[in-house]
């Protein structure tokens, strides 16, 4: 896979672009005003590796609780507006580091226009976000709804104001609830734009749906090089959604990270409870950092051989299991002892920094 070239913006102390590490963002479900409930959902999130962080910016006040909840907090701040270009403003003053707006809701070019001013006067960004919602009447009218090449049209357009204007500290988002609408928006957008594209499936849903569209979607986008910072959205606790980014992207292999527990379905040669087993070794295996492959398989004659690609794993028998090393045994133990060999394993080669 290549990545797509972009240009790089620049969002508080976090790049996003070129050849920056693809961000994982969420958003806070409190109210923003409610700083101390904002600061706590932030900082619980940032301890599960969100590394920039959004707040719904409703009214004055929330606009101006971004400057206590900034000094709290050490990612950035990104204030979501809608419909009001005055609160991005103020927005900005309270020292946001990046605005996200949907232009086409915002009333009108020179708001628009004003925002993008304003952006640069602090140094922030503006993400440029278009969706079925804010997509521009005429563009609606000539494509006959929200489709594919609508929403790259519209969001080409207010690049292009943008540029014209002299600024250039944008990401770009287009989405859709729809995953092929939102797959291939983003592809045509990226194809005649190099501006870094901030990517996710829009009200993806609860969080078994949810998960499933963003990583069929965006799975689909960052197999194709296409994405530079993404937000999984879930109608779940935010926390879920910084899980679900990080292993969408390791298991799409553009960002690896933490334990990768594979496992076999089981079929009738299993004479084990493997499904408990793997359920145990993913539980255990949480809080490994760098990146490890681990199998948990259900017989010990095809088990080795299938997984011979993963770094360490247990094929267990009726009673006992084998411990093997890139599909090579190592040692053989009882059923029970299994996991505890094998954890050790894992933390001995964690520990050489794999
Ligand atoms: S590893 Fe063994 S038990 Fe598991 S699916 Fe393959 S053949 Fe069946």
Same mark, same amino acid.
């Given at each position: 896979m290549v990545r797509k070239k972009t240009t790089v913006a620049k969002i508080g102390s976090v790049y996003i672009g070129g050849q920056n590490p693809i961000a994982i963002q969420s958003m806070t479900k409190s109210v923003t005003a409610d700083v101390d409930a904002t600061v706590k959902q932030i900082q619980m999130l940032e301890e599960a590796g969100c590394e920039i962080i959004r707040c719904a910016i409703v009214d004055k006040t929330d606009a101006e609780a971004i400057r206590e909840i900034k000094s709290r907090i050490t990612i950035p701040l990104v204030a979501d507006i809608h419909f009001d270009s005055?609160? $991005?403003? #103020? $927005?900005?003053?309270?020292?946001?580091?990046?605005?996200?707006?949907?232009?086409?809701n915002l009333g009108g070019e020179e708001k628009f226009l004003t925002v993008l001013e304003e952006a640069g006067n602090y140094g922030a960004a503006v993400r440029i976000g278009v969706n079925g919602g804010s997509l521009s009447k005429d563009l609606y009218e000539r494509f006959g709804?929200?489709?594919?090449?609508?929403?790259?049209?519209?969001?080409?357009? %207010?690049?292009?104001?943008?540029?014209?204007?002299?600024?250039?500290?944008?990401?770009?988002?287009? #989405?859709?609830?729809?995953?092929?609408?939102?797959?291939? $928006?983003? #592809?045509?957008?990226?194809?005649?734009?190099?501006?870094p594209l901030h990517i996710g499936i829009t009200e993806a849903g609860t969080y078994e749906d949810g998960i499933i569209k963003s990583a069929a979607g965006l799975g689909a986008l960052l197999?194709?090089? @296409?994405?530079?910072?993404?937000?999984?959205?879930?109608?779940?606790?935010?926390?879920?959604?910084? %899980?679900? $980014?990080?292993? @969408?992207?390791?298991?799409?292999?553009?960002?690896?990270?933490?334990?990768?527990?594979i496992s076999?379905?089981?079929?009738?040669?299993?004479?084990?409870?493997? @499904?408990? %087993?793997?359920?145990?070794?993913?539980?255990?295996?949480?809080?490994?950092?760098? %990146? @490890?492959?681990?199998?948990?398989?259900?017989c010990a004659v095809n088990g080795p051989g299938e997984a011979r690609d993963a770094d360490v794993g247990l094929a267990f028998g009726a009673d006992s299991a084998v411990l093997f090393e890139k599909g090579i045994q190592v040692a053989a133990v009882k059923a029970e002892e299994a996991v505890e060999l094998l954890m050790q394993c894992i933390q001995q080669i964690a520990g050489q920094g794999l």
């Amino acid at each position: 896979m290549v990545r797509k070239k972009t240009t790089v913006a620049k969002i508080g102390s976090v790049y996003i672009g070129g050849q920056n590490p693809i961000a994982i963002q969420s958003m806070t479900k409190s109210v923003t005003a409610d700083v101390d409930a904002t600061v706590k959902q932030i900082q619980m999130l940032e301890e599960a590796g969100c590394e920039i962080i959004r707040c719904a910016i409703v009214d004055k006040t929330d606009a101006e609780a971004i400057r206590e909840i900034k000094s709290r907090i050490t990612i950035p701040l990104v204030a979501d507006i809608h419909f009001d270009s005055r609160l $991005a403003v #103020k $927005a900005l003053k309270s020292g946001a580091d990046k605005v996200r707006i949907n232009p086409g809701n915002l009333g009108g070019e020179e708001k628009f226009l004003t925002v993008l001013e304003e952006a640069g006067n602090y140094g922030a960004a503006v993400r440029i976000g278009v969706n079925g919602g804010s997509l521009s009447k005429d563009l609606y009218e000539r494509f006959g709804g929200a489709s594919a090449r609508a929403l790259a049209e519209d969001a080409l357009r %207010y690049v292009d104001l943008a540029k014209r204007q002299g600024f250039d500290n944008i990401v770009v988002s287009l #989405k859709s609830s729809s995953v092929a609408d939102c797959v291939e $928006a983003n #592809k045509l957008f990226s194809a005649q734009c190099d501006c870094p594209l901030h990517i996710g499936i829009t009200e993806a849903g609860t969080y078994e749906d949810g998960i499933i569209k963003s990583a069929a979607g965006l799975g689909a986008l960052l197999l194709e090089g @296409i994405g530079d910072t993404l937000r999984v959205s879930l109608s779940e606790e935010p926390v879920r959604e910084v %899980y679900a $980014a990080k292993k @969408i992207l390791s298991h799409t292999g553009v960002r690896r990270g933490g334990a990768e527990v594979i496992s076999c379905p089981t079929c009738g040669r299993c004479k084990a409870d493997v @499904i408990g %087993y793997a359920r145990q070794v993913r539980a255990l295996t949480r809080e490994v950092a760098p %990146y @490890i492959k681990i199998a948990v398989m259900g017989c010990a004659v095809n088990g080795p051989g299938e997984a011979r690609d993963a770094d360490v794993g247990l094929a267990f028998g009726a009673d006992s299991a084998v411990l093997f090393e890139k599909g090579i045994q190592v040692a053989a133990v009882k059923a029970e002892e299994a996991v505890e060999l094998l954890m050790q394993c894992i933390q001995q080669i964690a520990g050489q920094g794999l």
